[in-house]
Nanobody, 127 residues
Framework: QVQLVESGGGLVQPGGSLRLSCAAT????????IGWFRQAPGKEREWVSY???????LYADSVRGRFTISRDNAKDTAYLQMNSLKPEDTAVYYC?????????????????????WGQGTQVTVSS
């Protein structure tokens, strides 16, 4: 059974940093693409970042240059380093995974791409 557990959220002042982790069990993460999404109150779930199994990365315009996605396949864990945080980054952050089938092209920004999701971790940016 696949389980994704996010951690590292919390309350931080504007301009601060947080590092989110996504620990996977029940799968071997090396075979999976990993996405980070977020959802603020009253808003739709928003794609934040993606890393494929080869380490290639993508970012939403709203976070590019401030957030860094990475993965440690040996630990079956993905990370989202968030710097220069803004109040508008406040949301519940979710990680999600999808199995990579050969050369199949996927949409990293579409929630329907992903098979499994974590429960989320709250990030609040406020002074």
């Amino acid at each position: 059974q696949v389980q994704l557990v996010e951690s590292g959220g919390g309350l931080v002042q504007p301009g601060g940093s947080l590092r989110l982790s996504c620990a996977a069990t029940g799968i071997t993460l090396i075979h999976y693409g990993i996405g980070w999404f977020r959802q603020a109150p009253g808003k739709e779930r928003e794609w934040v970042s993606y890393i494929n199994k080869d380490g290639e990365v993508l970012y939403a315009d709203s976070v590019r240059g401030r957030f860094t996605i990475s993965r440690d396949n040996a630990k079956d864990t993905a990370y989202l380093q968030m710097n220069s945080l803004k109040p508008e980054d406040t949301a519940v952050y979710y990680c999600a995974t999808h199995f990579v089938y050969g050369g199949l092209v996927v949409r990293p920004d579409a929630p329907t791409t992903y098979e499994d999701w974590g429960q989320g971790t709250q990030v609040t940016v406020s002074s």
